[in-house]
Each structure stands twice: as structure tokens, then as C-alpha cells.
């Protein structure tokens, strides 16, 4: 079991604090004891990819071990380089998942792989009620938003049955061990009728343009990353982009999941991919 708190200062000893809508949808409360407790030693990526450019990309428990490392490491300046690479694109495409997933006013929504919480301050702008939970402790402890934070597996997710009215996840699916266990646990905890949300990157048809961002993704942004963040993490990160499956098979894995109403849209001349879907 993680850890959740509320967004307020701690210190590594104090107990955290649950919000109390958000404790109607946890299956227990969580321990008291720090985020910091919960943290992959720091390296971890380092032995497992001394040099992602050529090295093979880890699976399994290494990669489980290797993403939250990584992540952990490159946290203080995620968001900085994140909108430069993007030229802040990625703001607009959250926007667009929330506009079409049309959520009650209030709705309860987990924030997946929430990094620093990008998707939960649009949601709370809107009156939304998020919950972020990412495996990384780097990322949550930098994040901008004051909404509840989860130090948590994405595939054993510690929430309740049929207890959200939706999720999101951003940028994440390649990055998980395995997606049919992660859609399992969608159809799970989300109630009948909420609605689910996925963003990642993704290839143009056009060869011309695809041509040009493969340029872009794979010899501009490890050069960029490496220059203003973590060398061997924004090599790895382009990499990373093998593991997803093409769009049918995705679209046909949400399904298999049992969610319905599935959508699949290329954004942005088709460089990112928003994938809709139901719980039944």
C-alpha cells in the first residue's frame, strides 16, 4: 500500500492527511509515514540503462524500477522542458481530452500517471474533483497542484470498486509494464457510465510529416533534454515509443478491457493520440 496526503507541507515525520471525499472512494486509509519512505533509491535507471541510445529497453520489473527512477530524477525541470519541447501543445491536448470526455459538474477523476499534476489543475479549474497517483515520489513532491497525491502502482491501483466517475492518463501508457492489467484496473474502479481518457504520442500518416517528427523526437529532443535536463532519460524517452502498440491494437485492448464507446483520435496533424472509452 502507498501513500496518500493531502497537498500541504510536511515534514518527514508528520502523518499525512486524507481529504474527506476522497477517503469515500479508498478502500482503506493510508498509513501514516512519509511519501519519502516509498522511493526507488536514486541510480536505479542508471543500471538498468547505462546507455539507453543503444542498450536494449528494459521490461518487467526492471522497467517498472527504471521508469520511476528515471522520473524521480528528471522531476525539478519536468515541467520546464516539458512545454519547450512541446512549445506548450501538451496544455492544449489536455484541454481537448477533458472537453471530450463531458464530465458532471464535480465529477470525481483520477489523474494517472499525474506527474506534477498537469491534468489536475485543468480539472480543478473546472470544478472537478482529481486525484493524482504516480509511481514516481520526484514527480509528486514537485507538483503544482493541491489536490490529494497517491505514491502508487498503476496496475494495483488502492482505490475501491466502481468508485470514480472518471480517469485520465497523459504521456504514460508506454511507460507501464503492461497495458491489459492497466485497462483491467480502469474498468474496475471507475463506476457505470464514468468515462476514461488516455493521451500519448503517436505518429503522422503523412510520411512527410511523419519524416520530419521522427527528426524532431528522436535527434532534437535527446539533445534538448540532455542539455537543460537528464541525458540518459531523454534518450530513453524516444525510445520508449516502441513500446506502444499500433492505434487498432490499442483500440482493440480497451475494448477486450470490456469498456465501450471507444474512440481514437490523431491530434495535431497525428504526432499525439486520445484514446475515449466508457464503462458499461
Known amino acids: 500500500m502507498y501513500v496518500c496526503c493531502a497537498r500541504q507541507k510536511h515534514s518527514d515525520t508528520d502523518g499525512v492527511r486524507v481529504a474527506p471525499w476522497y477517503a469515500l472512494v479508498t478502500e482503506t486509509l493510508f498509513r501514516s509515514q512519509s ?13 538498468l540503462m547505462p546507455n539507453a541510445s543503444t542498450e536494449e529497453l528494459p521490461t518487467g520489473d526492471e522497467k517498472r524500477a527504471a521508469v520511476q527512477s528515471m522520473f524521480d530524477t528528471i522531476a525539478p525541470r519536468y515541467d520546464m522542458v516539458n512545454r519547450l519541447m512541446t512549445m506548450r501543445l501538451d496544455v492544449r491536448w489536455r484541454k481537448r481530452t477533458i472537453k471530450d470526455l463531458k464530465l458532471k459538474p464535480g465529477s470525481v477523476v483520477l489523474d494517472l500517471a499525474a506527474g506534477t499534476g498537469d491534468f489536475c489543475v485543468e480539472l480543478s479549474k473546472i470544478g472537478h474533483k482529481p486525484v493524482a497517483i ?5 514527480m509528486l513532491a514537485s507538483a503544482r497542484c493541491s489536490d490529494p497525491l497517491v505514491q502508487g502502482d498503476l496496475l494495483k491501483l488502492p482505490i475501491a470498486d466502481n468508485s470514480v466517475d472518471a480517469a485520465v492518463c497523459g504521456f504514460a501508457l508506454r511507460n507501464l509494464v503492461s497495458l491489459e492489467p ?25 510520411p512527410v510529416l511523419r519524416a520530419g517528427h521522427q527528426f524532431y523526437f528522436n535527434k532534437v529532443v535527446p539533445k534538448v533534454g540532455a542539455l537543460l535536463s537528464d541525458a540518459k532519460a531523454y534518450a530513453y524517452l524516444p525510445k520508449s515509443v516502441s513500446y506502444l502498440p499500433e492505434p487498432p491494437e490499442l483500440v482493440a485492448l480497451v475494448q477486450a478491457a470490456g469498456l465501450t464507446e471507444v474512440t481514437h483520435a490523431q491530434l495535431t496533424t497525428g504526432i499525439t493520440q486520445l484514446i475515449t472509452a466508457t464503462r458499461p
Open 134 to 138: 504516480d509511481l514516481s515520489y520526484g
Open 182 to 206: 492497466f485497462f483491467a484496473e480502469l474498468h474496475r474502479v471507475v463506476k457505470p457510465g464514468g468515462r476514461i481518457g488516455l493521451l500519448d504520442v503517436s505518429k503522422p500518416a503523412n
Open 35 to 47: 511519501l519519502g519512505q516509498l522511493t526507488m533509491p536514486r541510480g536505479t535507471y542508471d543500471l
